[in-house]
């Protein structure tokens, strides 16, 4: 049985990397880099530091059946970057059918590469959800995530500001769009 048979969940080809559904055996991979300050800092979720089993209730969560979030590793393998260099994400709105909002991380090491737009774009191409409209956030201290969004035609909605967990604070955000 194929992995995205066992949980429901689409693999989506691009350019450089796949977008497959998590697997038990990305545990290593997500703690290094998920555990890193610079990948938790620009988020809203992940706790730096990582307190133990985390990464596994993290993956545990995203092969449930009644799941609110669809995650996606970015596996290079097949290009030579590496079984996992980022994860992207869609969460369902609740009592807002056909709108979800995007989330996604790339590996410090592959930042300024593409892979965050090139996963981004192929997310929203295969439009898993079916959704009629995708929200993101950004933190304001992230131009470059904001540019992602941006290029690939998200629409600037607003500022507002969201607790981080990882800093321990509200931060301010900038708030998008995409029409599906």
Known sequence: MELNQIIGQSVIPS?????????????GLL???AGDERIARYTRSIPHPMPPGAVEA???RSHAKDRKADVWA????????GELVGVVSLSRMEDAPGKSEIGYWVAPLMWHTGL???AVGALLAANPQECETIFAEV?????????????????????AEVF??????????WTYLKKL
Request: proline share 5%.
């Open 31 to 33: 703690e290094l880099y």
């Open 15 to 27: 350019a450089r990397i796949t977008l497959r559904p998590l697997q038990k055996s990305d545990k």
């Open 58 to 60: 993290f993956i545990n």
């Open 74 to 81: 970015l596996d290079g393998t097949a290009s030579g970057l």
């Open 139 to 159: 933190f304001q201290d992230n131009p470059y995530s904001a540019r992602i969004l941006t290029h690939a035609g998200f629409e600037y909605l607003g500022d």
């Open 116 to 118: 965050a737009s090139e």
């Open 164 to 173: 981080s967990l990882a800093r321990g604070s509200n931060v301010p955000t």
